[in-house]
């Protein structure tokens, strides 16, 4: 990865038209001061997707990303800070320098290329073999698979013949030290002590990043009776199971053009599927989704279609993915397949325009898990309409709008014969245990960011001169507490900084969660409060919390009885008429 000198980083950001960029692949329109445009990340038909052009940052009020002009280049092009860099000052004319000596863990950066490499390496090699005469038996079962030539190809399918040292002498012929390969997992050590290759006698499937590097790979069983019947590399450091989505570097573009993906569980049913034409699919690989690849996959689409077995929808891993997509905001629906059938096979036996009729008449993930319920229930006696309903509420909970929830107790009510009023109630009940769980989460991440806080915010954004001229006048015990306070911090020690450098400087150093919350609130600032103002306001905050303190000491030590502590009290009261003459000034604006 590059690691380019500082001084290079600001000089592209403030030569790039964020504009400009975002313009490549989003029309946008003038709207004022800003642009406005439909997001690229997320599907939508009305536009919140905003660029301030002078501060060089986008929001979108839709899904919420937002940052720079290098940010935005990495979630468009999925590449690194140091490419999307790299990009940016091409793009402007800013000369490239050398990159410099890796200063930062420069082992880490090595291994990961090096690894990356190797992957390359054994993604070439297995494909060779399924090609060569050692790979008509995998030739054979891929056709009677009804994978075609020009599929296998597309997803790379290659063969990893019985040997047990065939890809390692390629490995090391290469240049690679056993060690290295073994830590790419595409080299076990035995407990023996001898290292062979992990896969043998197995079709392998390259996992890709969306960049298309491979990163892992799967392997099938080529023989009935072999365990275990699917294999995988294990995680290494280019490679987290959790984070990755399979078929995704394919499917993207049709994902975000169609505004939905289609989840399936294997390689081989997304290998059907995509095949078919349905090209908005991807594979989670028989586990259940994980919420980073929630997240990844609602960059691209607001709509999942869930195709499962009949028998295990609703059920553990089906049920979980479902769930959390649900909670995600997702809209997601069921396409219910006929009873032990998988994408794979019924895409193979019925067809594609069949499958794609399936997934068109999807149902609403609402309807489909309270179908199930109700047939699970015997709705004709009492009994059975309370278990019933129980079931449902804890579904109900998870829905994030409340309308939404009050036309799902409407129908839940009609199902289980029971009044409507009763259902709310209980409804509401539940999402309020709920929300208070969750709030108290958000809680301990800072509480709430108070008005001037806000403002504050907003200008280091929009006026950063004259926001980091009130910062200055802070103390730290202005900030202690604050929700903010961490981003503050980082905006004041970037003084040094011409101001117009300060918005980019600062949004690179930022979590995502952090950046995302100022580009929003700089994107939604209406009429500016000045920032010294907003200091100000912190300041008789922090005045008003030290006074609350002060006389709960001085009633603390009232009420355990004057004598001993007579002098202390003279002492607090003292303080406190300081602090009280402190805020009046304040008050008075002097
Ligand atoms: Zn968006």
């Keep these: 990865m590059a690691l380019y000198p500082q001084p290079f980083i600001d000089d592209v950001r403030l030569q790039a038209d964020i504009v400009q960029i975002v313009q490549e692949t989003v029309s946008l329109k003038r709207a004022g ?15 919140s997707f905003h660029v301030n052009r002078d501060r060089g940052f986008f929001h979108c009020f839709g899904c919420g990303v937002g940052g720079d002009v290098f940010k935005f280049v990495q979630l468009r092009d999925k590449v690194g800070f140091g490419e999307s860099v790299r990009y940016v000052a091409e793009r402007f004319g800013v000369p490239v320098p ?9 082992g880490a ?26 790979g008509a038996e995998a030739r054979r079962q891929l056709a009677a698979r009804q994978v075609s030539p020009a599929t296998s190809e597309a997803l790379g399918v290659g063969f990893a013949p019985a040997s047990r040292e065939g890809l390692k002498a390629r490995l090391i012929k290469q240049g690679f030290s056993v060690a290295q390969a073994v830590r790419s997992g595409l080299l076990a050590e035995r407990e023996t002590g001898d290292v062979v290759d992990r896969f043998r006698n197995r079709l392998v499937i390259p996992i890709c990043r969306e960049s ?28 987290s199971k959790s984070r990755t989505l399979y078929g995704l570097h394919l ?4 994902i975000r053009r169609a505004g939905y993906a289609v989840l399936v569980e294997g390689y081989f049913d997304f290998a059907q599927v995509w095949q078919a034409g349905i090209e908005p699919v991807v594979a989670t690989c028989g586990t259940a989704l994980t919420e980073p690849q929630a997240h990844l996959l609602r960059r691209f689409a607001a709509r999942a279609v869930l195709s499962f077995d009949p028998d295990v929808a609703g059920q553990g891993a089906a049920s979980r993915s479902s769930d959390l997509l649900v909670a995600e905001g997702f809209q997601v629906s069921v396409a219910v397949l006929p009873q032990g059938e998988d994408p794979d096979t019924f895409v193979r036996t019925r067809g594609g325009e069949a499958y794609r009729e399936a997934v068109a008449g999807s149902t609403p993930w609402l309807d489909f898990v309270m179908e199930r319920a109700a047939a699970a229930h015997d709705l004709s006696a009492p009994e059975g309409r309370l278990a019933f309903v129980t079931a449902m509420l804890q579904v109900a909970a998870r829905l994030p709008e409340a309308t939404a929830r009050d036309q ?27 929300k208070t769980t969750v709030a108290l989460r958000q809680q301990r991440g800072g509480g709430e960011l108070k008005p001037a806080e806000r403002h504050l ?14 910062l200055a006048g802070l103390d730290e015990a202005d900030l202690e507490g604050l929700a903010s306070a961490g981003i503050l911090r980082r905006a004041r020690d970037l003084a040094p900084l011409p101001p117009s450098a300060v918005p980019g400087a600062l949004l690179e150093r930022l979590n995502e969660e952090d950046a995302r919350r100022l580009t929003g609130l700089a994107a939604a600032a209406g009429a500016p409060v000045p920032p010294v103002e907003c200091a100000r306001a912190l300041r008789m905050l922090r005045y008003q919390r030290e006074r609350a303190d002060l006389q709960r000491e001085i009633d603390r030590l009232q009420q355990a009885g004057a004598g001993a502590a007579a002098g202390q009290i003279d002492a607090l009261l003292q303080q406190k008429s300081e602090l009280l003459s402190r805020i009046e000034a304040l008050g008075s604006g002097a």
């Design 33 to 47: 001061a800003t642009y406005k445009g439909l997001c690229p990340f997320h599907g939508e038909k009305t536009p």
């Design 98 to 106: 050398e990159v410099r000596d890796r200063q930062r863990d420069p």
């Design 109 to 134: 950066d090595a291994e990961r290329e090096a690894l990356l490499k190797i992957h390359e390496v054994a993604a070439a090699w297995f494909r060779e073999q399924l090609n060569g005469p050692g």
């Design 212 to 239: 298309g590097s491979v990163v892992a790979f799967g392997g099938r069983a080529m023989l009935a009776d072999q365990q275990p019947k699917y294999l995988n590399s294990p995680e290494t450091p280019i490679y």
């Design 251 to 254: 499917s993207r573009q049709a």
């Design 408 to 434: 799902f107790a409407d129908r839940l009510a009609h199902r289980a014969r029971i009044s409507e009023d009763v259902v709310r109630a209980e409804i509401r009940k539940a999402a309020v245990a709920r």
């Design 457 to 470: 915010l907003a200008a280091v954004l929009n006026s950063p001169e004259e926001a980091l001229r009130a």
